[in-house]
C-alpha cells in the first residue's frame, strides 16, 4: 500500500514522505491515526504543502537550534492550572500544555513531542522542563505553574 505521511513516524519516515507498507499497517494503523492519507494523483500535489509547514517548524541545523535555545532559556514561561488550596494540582502538566505556554511567552512554536518532562509535575511552583531541539542541543526552560 501507499502512503503519503502527514506526521513522522518511528522507522518509517517524515512528514510528507511517500511509503510503501504492507496493507494491514497502512489500513489499520496509520491510516485511522491519522498520520498518514492514500496514495493518489491528487494527494501528489499535497505533499508540497505538507513539506513547506514541516521546513516552516524543523530546526535548520546545530546553529539555529543554538539560537532557539538561547531564546526558549531567557523566557519567562508561566502556566496558569487548576489547584487545590494546598497546591495541588487536579491532575498533571502535559507536554501541550507546556508547549502552548512558551507559544503565549515568546511566540516560539515547541513540539510537544519534543518537551521532556522528567518528574511528573503536580505542584504549584518552579518547575524545569527539557525541550529536545537537536540531538546535540537541549533547553532548559523554567516553567512557572502558577494556581487560577
Known amino acids: 500500500m501507499k502512503l503519503i505521511l502527514t506526521a513522522a513516524v518511528d522507522n518509517l519516515g517524515v512528514a510528507g514522505d511517500v ?3 504492507r496493507d494491514g499497517y497502512g489500513r489499520n494503523f496509520l491510516v485511522p491515526r491519522g498520520v498518514a492519507i492514500r496514495w493518489t494523483r491528487g494527494g501528489e500535489k499535497q505533499i508540497d504543502g505538507i513539506k513547506r509547514s514541516r521546513d516552516a517548524r524543523e530546526i535548520r541545523g546545530l546553529d539555529h537550534a543554538q539560537e532557539v535555545r538561547t531564546a526558549l532559556e ?8 487548576r489547584a487545590g488550596e494546598t497546591g495541588k494540582l487536579f491532575g498533571a ?3 501541550g500544555d507546556v508547549a502552548t505556554a512558551i507559544k503565549k511567552a515568546g511566540n516560539v512554536s515547541v513540539d510537544k513531542r519534543a518537551i521532556e518532562i522528567i518528574k511528573p509535575i503536580k505542584t504549584v511552583g518552579t518547575h524545569t522542563v527539557g525541550v529536545k531541539l537537536h ?14
Open 19 to 21: 511509503v510503501e507498507v
Open 74 to 81: 531567557g523566557l519567562e514561561v508561566e502556566l496558569g492550572v
Open 93 to 95: 502538566v502535559t507536554p
Open 135 to 148: 540531538d546535540a542541543v537541549t533547553a532548559h526552560v523554567q516553567l512557572a505553574v502558577v494556581a487560577q
